[in-house]
């Protein structure tokens, strides 16, 4: 069975696929060593490593480059946060990201340059050419900006999201991740009402695995959450208490 196969069979709605955020090898390499069934890169965080900021401003080589090296260091289905799609044609697009040996790849419907939501029959095309260049090679999560970018009032946003979701399935996705929702129970609404898996995003909250997968979430993800508590801590603990002649390791 390929990793692109066994990615997409991962994703059960209320058995949730809870994929850790990693954003080099090493990292990668923990979250396999703790026995978690595939790795998820974070843009933000593998932009943060390469020095640039998120949103398409890292080199679309260095990005590939990045993805190669993580997508090596595991034996685990590696899916990688690909923005937009860093302007690239679909059909190149394919070919460059299924040399790097991931085998999934989020892809978000806003201009990261501008916040503007792109119109969402250009976006299901652009899905659909995706999928047709890529067959099954590729697990396409197909995230859904409509909550984060506050396009119109929370019942446009969610006939917005229900709409979009549901195309983009139907254009080829496997999965969609309606970014930015914490609320529960529309949550619960998003997963009954879009007719495939649905990703949710991690809070910060009380909530927990138990609770998505109760509201019929199929993957939890984490963003780049894990790597900025650990460069908080180095920040703000480990760092100071060099510069006050403390042991940092005692901190």
């Given at each position: ?19 850790p ?26 932009a943060?490593?390469?020095?640039y900021d998120?949103?398409?401003?890292a ?27 860093y ?64 396009a ?7 006939a917005?999201a229900?709409d ?19 609320d ?16 949710a ?21 984490f ?9 908080a ?11 006050a ?7």
């Amino acid at each position: 069975m390929s990793l692109a196969t066994i990615l997409r069979e991962l994703h059960v709605p209320g058995t949730p696929l809870v994929v850790p955020n990693a954003w080099d090898a090493a990292s990668a390499r923990m979250v396999e060593a703790a026995g978690f069934a595939a790795v998820a890169t974070s843009s933000n965080a593998t932009a943060a490593v390469l020095g640039y900021d998120d949103g398409e401003h890292a080199p679309v080589d260095d990005v590939l480059a990045a993805a190669a090296r993580i997508a090596q260091s595991v034996s685990v289905p590696v899916t990688v946060d690909f923005e937009r799609g860093y302007r690239l044609a679909p059909a190149e697009l394919v070919e460059r990201f299924v040399a790097t040996g991931a085998v999934g790849l989020n892809l978000e419907d806003s201009d990261p340059a501008t916040g503007a939501m792109i119109d969402p029959g250009e976006q299901a095309d652009f899905l659909a050419a995706v999928r047709d260049s890529a067959g099954d090679a590729l697990v396409i999560n197909a995230r859904i900006d409509a909550f984060i970018r506050q396009a119109g009032t929370a019942d446009e946003q969610l006939a917005t999201a229900l709409d979009r979701g549901n195309r983009y399935l139907a254009a080829g996705a496997d999965c969609v991740y309606p970014i930015g929702v914490g609320d529960l129970d529309l949550l619960a609404t998003l997963s009954t009402q879009i007719d495939g898996p649905v990703n949710a995003g991690y809070g910060q909250g009380a909530n927990s695995v138990a609770d998505y997968a109760a509201r019929g979430v199929a993957r939890v993800t984490f963003g780049p959450m894990f790597q900025r508590h650990l460069y908080a801590k180095f920040a703000d603990t480990l760092l100071p208490a060099v510069a006050a002649d403390r042991n940092p390791f005692t901190a």
